[in-house]
């Protein structure tokens, strides 16, 4: 008995030692160097080293607990390593300063995924934490999707879209990643970053507060303004022939005509071509400078992709010029290149006369670039609206014709009308097999809910869908998962994020090239009210609780059905790319069909074989 009293007071007076004990002076990335190890999916599995993205080191070390900075944001680009940063913070946390920890995601199902493939795998390679974490087990709460107990403290996984969630637990250290993706308002309670920020105040002088993300839209994006409050670091690194620091800059990238892959940079003093391969030595070499005045609590760190180990030159410039021509592809390389918001033109009113001057003539047959047709269709109490859309390479896109059926709409003649005009069938310039509709997308709002879903119900396998919109940011142009019916029998309606749509077209209105992807083109004889019709909106910014977002106000003297059908024959596309529908394998399809009848029609017409008549036939005619 007293030996096993001697051995609990012992252990009592181990455990009250390490708990008195100062926490060690290591920084995060002293410990990701010695303790983290990667898992084997990761693009360089092993153990981490810091000098790979020697960026990194001063960023992780303002999240130690001897760095007097309590708020780090890094406004990155993609492939630049900031949430393995993040994580190499949570897993020092964890073993070197344990607390409550909590890190957000964008959504619960979010959370769910990076729990499995980025947490658990963070916990069971390193064995300094493994040590501290119980094993997975479906009954043990200690270890759960969303929940870490350790010695000395809890990691907490939480999705922005919860408000209860973000609400519940003080924390002494907060990370949130991807801010831009987070709701502007979560369930009327207010933006979700200030109510997970909010959970730090009890610790304040003490806490850690990080936010990652890659940015979106200049004047709307929450990592750009956080960043704007900080000291807005940016990495300077030296030139490899006359050894003048300079921040990277996508201005000074070169490379000879036709050949992106072959880039190199061009130094902004001597003007000297620095390689690919003198980029590490580069990096090793450079150091953090802050560009503005700070708080001195608040470390900004701007991350573009031109400092990535990962993303050589020559592939953002091939990426560039790829996307230059299309706004919504050169908006993401933007954002994910260079690691900025993008400024866009959208809050500018268009004018309806200047889009109406661009008409040209399409002629009885579909134009030549048109691979596939879709519709929408606007539903009112006395009349439906269809607008027919071809989809070309790149999304390039021809309006094809605008019909109005006039007619009560809780009866079936207006019906039986649509249903005969989406049964037409299209005749190709270059004679290739004619096109009939491929997908229909109805509006479904309104008052005439139940007969848009019978309608689509009787026509699923002609893809005629029915569908609602649903404004407000990070809504998908189509459901990511198939709808289910609310009742037995009834088609299901999809939900259609009708706001990125709408952005995605204004921008396209705007390109001022013939053709190319993306552009749009009009028929002839379209009349001034369809124009003005289809700019019937107009995107503003608004703010709400210290964040803005866009909203899109119509024009109450210019009825806005022509946008919404356009806005419904670009879901049916992406409702047909959700099933599986290629629209550059369409494209590539109709370009060799079109060459294979002209190569038909080319060939020398063979001579007449000659007729060798029966005698006999003719003699007993």
């Not at 002076?25 to 020697?54: I, K």
């Not at 940063?85 to 909590?102: E, F, K, R």
């Not at 005629?464 to 809504?475: L, T």
């Amino acid at each position: 008995m007293n030996d096993l009293a001697t051995e609990t007071r012992l252990l009592v007076e181990a455990a009250w030692r390490r708990g008195l004990a100062p926490e060690p002076q290591m920084t995060v990335s002293e410990w990701a160097d010695r303790f983290r190890v990667l898992p084997p999916e990761s693009a360089e599995p092993g153990p981490w080293r810091t000098s790979r993205l020697p960026y990194l080191r001063e960023i992780q070390d303002c999240l130690s607990i001897a760095s007097p900075i309590e708020r780090v944001v890094v406004m990155k680009g993609a492939q630049t390593g900031g949430t393995e940063a993040g994580l190499n913070a949570v897993g020092y946390w964890m073993h070197a300063a344990p607390g409550s920890i909590m890190i957000v995601w964008p959504s619960l199902g979010l959370v769910r995924r990076n729990s499995r493939t980025r947490v658990d795998p963070l916990i069971g390679l390193t064995p300094a934490l493994r040590a501290k974490v119980a094993p997975r087990r479906s009954r043990d709460s200690d270890n759960t999707i969303d929940t870490k107990l350790f010695a000395g403290g809890q990691l907490l996984m939480v999705g922005a879209n919860a408000a209860a969630d973000l609400r519940s637990t003080a924390v002494r250290y907060l990370v949130l990643d991807e801010v831009d993706a987070f709701p502007t308002d979560v369930e009327d309670e207010g933006d979700p970053v200030a109510l997970a920020i909010q959970r730090t105040v009890s610790y304040r002088g003490r806490r850690k507060i990080m936010l990652i993300s890659t940015p979106t839209i200049a004047g709307v994006s929450r990592i750009e303004k956080a960043y704007a409050e900080t000291d807005q670091r940016k990495f300077f690194v030296p030139c490899s022939h006359c050894g003048e620091h300079q921040v990277l800059a996508w201005s000074n990238v070169r490379w000879p005509e036709g050949e992106p892959r072959r880039a190199a940079y061009a130094c902004e003093f001597c003007g000297s071509l620095i390689d690919e391969r003198e980029k590490p030595a580069m990096l090793a070499a450079g150091e953090w400078r802050p560009t503005a005045t700070g708080d001195g609590r608040s470390a900004g760190f701007h991350l573009p992709s031109l400092l990535s180990a990962f993303e050589p030159w020559g592939e953002i410039a091939a990426d560039f010029l790829a996307a230059k021509s299309d706004p919504t592809r050169l908006k993401s390389w933007v954002n994910l290149k260079l690691g900025e918001a993008f400024e866009d033109r959208e809050t500018a009113p268009l004018a309806a006369d200047l889009l109406a001057a661009r008409s040209e003539p399409f002629g009885d047959e579909l134009p030549e670039g048109v691979a596939v047709v879709t519709a929408g269709v606007d539903t009112q109490d006395d009349r439906l609206e269809v607008e027919f859309v071809g989809w070309g390479r790149g999304e390039e896109s021809w309006s094809l014709d605008y019909r109005i059926l006039h007619g009560d709409t809780t009866k079936p003649e207006v019906w039986d009308a649509l249903d005969k005009l989406l049964l037409r069938r299209w005749r190709h310039v270059k004679a290739v097999p004619d096109l009939h509709v491929a997908a229909t997308a109805i509006d479904s709002g309104g008052h005439r809910t139940g007969q848009v879903v019978a309608f689509s119900g009787a026509r699923l396998n002609r893809r005629v869908w029915a569908i609602k919109g649903r404004g407000g940011p990070g809504v998908s142009p189509w459901p990511r998962r198939p709808p289910k019916p609310k009742r037995q029998g009834l088609a299901p309606i999809h939900i259609v994020g009708v706001d990125g749509i709408k952005s995605t077209l204004m921008a396209r209105l705007r390109m001022e090239a013939n053709d190319g992807p993306g552009v749009a083109h009009f028929p002839d004889g379209r009349d001034h009210d369809w124009f003005a019709g289809l700019l019937a909106e107009r995107a503003i910014r608004k703010w709400r609780a210290g964040v803005a977002r866009v909203e899109w106000v119509p024009d109450p003297s210019v009825r806005n059905e022509p946008l919404d059908c356009r806005v419904y024959a670009t879901a049916a596309l992406a409702g047909l790319t959700s099933a599986g529908f290629n629209l550059v394998e369409a494209a590539r399809a109709v370009a060799e069909a079109a060459e294979r009848r002209g190569d038909a029609a080319s060939e020398p017409a063979k001579p007449a074989t000659a007729k060798i008549l029966s005698r006999w036939i003719y003699s007993t005619a």
